[in-house]
């Protein structure tokens, strides 16, 4: 027990769901109680009265049932799963927002708590006047705030704004200032929520050097995030949440695999239950062929074959196809046709085939990309357009050397050559 920052046992959250009874008007009720006598009497005639439930279409929901774990002072956990498994509810109960229907979480140590944009900070005080409040709040002595004070404001980038109410901030400052304070005021443990994807590409590898270096001085991060990649790179271990329960545990990437696996079944599932026109085509599914051995990832700078799945339901005789990829925030940054690069139609006949599209050195930086594949007629247009599930993920070959903020998206191989002003004799290539 004297190495364990937090032990779950048994957790469980148990919601209501449905529409309460409306409550009557004041003028409802008067109306009710002037004719109360004569219902009284009809009643009296017609039979007795059922009473009415004071919760009509009422239901419950478990958000988390029976999660166990334990995390050790000084580990990095990673907790992953669609939106909807239980991980926000997880976290809530772990910062004592809520409490478990069942179950306990026993938390040994000071909580630093960065869950979602609007919470923690007053919005009425300053960022100044919120840092202090922090830390009073987490048990620090003045002296204690004053001392991280400078680095706090320096992380999260606001001198200028650092004497304005924070509601006035946008949700990217807002929490640039909350994961700085919970960062840098010493928490035992932190619990971090997929609020860092309000932050731009460059704040979050930032955030996540942080949290390595937080583990490295002994301290404790649950790290939750739809980050596959960040997951497995950051984390020690890793959870798996599924309906409100944990259905794998352990290293990272095994974790990851599981959560593939599983988002490609739903996914398989739904494109094969989606309703279409009779007389269409559409897809129903893809997967990689790679280097990596997983089947929605690839490493960046080596060959790779993104396959898809397709149906045909009639005759196309003129079909051509479109790829598209974008990055998190929906910015597309390549697209390509079928027919480009001297490309001709085809003609499709009723029945099942798999669209490839070959890749000799995928040219992107690791990470996390969308897929958006296209079936087309010349003459009608788009038959089907469909959003690639799971997204697929690009990772690293070897290191680049580069400083994460200089990494970006793409991964152009090349030389540079010096070559001399004057004929001075001097020139060559650089190696």
């Not at 049932?65 to 580990?75: A, N, P, Q, T």
């Not at 939106?83 to 630093?112: C, D, F, M, W």
């Not at 991280?148 to 404001?153: G, L, M, S, Y």
Request: aromatic fraction near 8%; include cysteine; hydrophobic fraction near 40%.
């Amino acid at each position: 027990m004297g190495d364990l920052a937090i032990r779950v046992e048994n957790l469980g959250k148990l919601y209501r769901i449905g529409q309460r009874r409306r409550y009557k008007t004041f003028g409802e009720a008067l109306t009710g109680a002037i004719c109360d006598p004569f219902r009284s009497a009809r009643a009296h005639l017609s039979g007795p009265r059922v009473s009415q439930s004071p919760l009509e279409f009422d239901d419950t929901i478990w958000a988390l049932k029976g999660v166990s774990f334990e995390v050790k002072y000084g580990e990095i956990i990673g907790i992953i799963g669609r939106n909807g498994s239980g991980k926000s509810t997880l976290l809530k109960i772990l910062s004592r927002i809520t409490l478990p229907s069942e179950g306990y979480a026993a938390i040994h140590g000071r909580v630093g708590s960065l869950l979602e944009v609007g919470t923690g900070f007053h919005p009425e005080l300053t960022g100044r006047e919120n840092i202090y409040l922090s830390g009073v709040i987490l048990g620090m002595k003045k002296v204690e705030i004053k001392r991280q004070f400078d680095e706090i404001v320096a992380f999260a980038e606001i001198e200028k704004f650092l004497d304005t109410a924070v509601k006035h901030y946008s949700s990217g400052m807002y929490m640039r200032l909350a994961f700085a304070v919970a960062a840098h005021l010493y928490p035992e443990i932190m619990l971090v929520d997929e609020v860092l994807a309000v932050g731009d590409a460059a704040f979050q590898k930032k955030c996540l050097r942080k949290m390595d270096d937080v583990a490295k001085e002994g301290r404790t991060v649950l790290f939750v995030s739809h980050n596959i990649h960040a997951v497995q790179e950051l984390c020690e271990a890793a959870y798996l949440l599924e309906q409100g329960r944990i259905v794998s545990s352990g290293d990272p990437i095994t974790v990851a695999d599981e959560y593939y696996r599983l988002t490609a079944e739903r996914d398989e599932r739904g494109a094969e239950s989606r309703e279409i026109p009779d007389g269409t085509v559409r897809f129903v599914g893809w997967h990689v062929e790679s280097t990596t051995g997983d089947q929605y990832s690839c490493h960046t700078g080596k060959p790779c074959v993104l396959k898809f799945r397709l149906e045909a339901r009639r005759i196309v005789k003129e079909a051509n196809f479109g790829i598209a990829l974008s990055v998190n925030d929906g910015t597309l940054i390549w697209a390509m046709r079928s027919l480009d690069y001297g490309g001709e139609c085809v003609c499709l006949r009723e029945g099942m085939y798999e669209l490839q599209f070959v890749v000799p050195q995928f040219p992107l930086r690791p990470g996390t990309y969308h897929i958006l594949v296209s079936a087309n007629d010349l003459r009608e247009g788009t038959l089907d357009a469909w959003s690639a599930r799971p997204w697929l993920q690009i990772l690293p070959q070897e290191e680049s050397g580069l400083p994460s903020q200089w990494q970006g998206i793409l991964n152009i191989r090349g030389r540079f050559n010096l070559l001399p002003m004057h004929d001075s004799g001097a020139g060559g290539e650089l190696r």
